[in-house]
């Protein structure tokens, strides 16, 4: 069965600095990967998907992910954090013959200026 | 935009009421989900359907029930509303072609007394 970690609960950074944001699942196959964003009182934006190919996949609002097949990991990260970054972080995994995903427990961030 | 709109972002019910939560979606996806969150537990799946008139049982549909008599609407139904359901219920929609992206609407976030 799929499962999905994210190891951190919270997370706080200085506004302009780097983030990273860590992804790990269990999966007997080739995976699809997800990373969704949920700002406060809103439903879930996807902000990338990993299916094959470029272990570097790009992502809107300035997010970009790496795939590392060896470490069951996608992590999520950007250069630059924006105080319109805070918000709840999830990764999710899925098969490719369904259209099921089994999500993470969520990173919250917090951005401080 | 794919648009998925929940009848209500809040509700406030008693216990042992039956309450309805209703999701429709606008891009003519097959796919509809009802995913429940609850913090430190992610988003976990109730019930979802991959066509009119059809349904599967998710990772926690016990006191839940589903409706899905047209293609664009995904109904969540709670035959005996108890405390222990008082949670954020979000529907996501997707096209049926491989592993498409899930696209979610703002979520109705569930108060019951």
């Known amino acids: 069965a799929q499962s999905v970690t994210q190891p951190d609960i919270h997370i706080t950074v200085s506004e302009g600095a780097s983030l990273e944001l860590r992804c790990n699942y269990s999966?007997?196959?080739?995976?699809?990967l997800f990373w969704y964003v949920q700002s406060p009182g809103q439903g879930l934006q996807l902000l990338l998907k990993y299916f094959s190919g470029d272990t570097l996949v790009q992502g809107i609002k300035g997010f970009e992910a790496e795939f590392k097949r060896s470490q069951s990991s996608l992590n999520l990260r950007k250069p630059s954090v924006h105080w319109s970054d805070a918000a709840e972080y999830f990764c999710?995994?899925?098969?490719?013959?369904?259209?099921?995903?089994?999500f993470g427990a969520g990173t919250i961030l917090r951005v401080k200026s | 935009d794919v648009k998925v709109t929940q009848s209500s972002r809040y509700l406030v019910k008693r216990t042992g009421e039956k309450v309805f939560l209703e999701c429709v979606q606008d891009m003519d996806h097959e796919n509809m989900f009802w995913y429940r969150q609850d913090p430190g537990l992610g988003l976990r799946l109730i019930y979802f359907?991959?066509?009119?008139?059809?349904?599967e049982k998710g990772d926690i549909p016990e006191g839940y029930s589903v409706s899905r008599e047209k293609k664009e609407r995904f109904s969540l139904i709670l035959e005996s509303a108890s405390t222990n359901q008082t949670s954020m219920y979000l529907c996501?929609?997707?096209?049926?072609?491989?592993?498409?992206?899930?696209?979610f609407g703002p979520g109705t976030r569930l108060l019951v007394l």
């Open positions: 996501a929609s997707s096209s049926r072609v491989g592993q498409e992206t899930q696209y």
């Open positions: 359907s991959y066509d009119v008139k059809m349904k």
């Open positions: 999966y007997g196959a080739t995976p699809y």
């Open positions: 999710a995994v899925g098969a490719w013959y369904g259209n099921k995903l089994v």
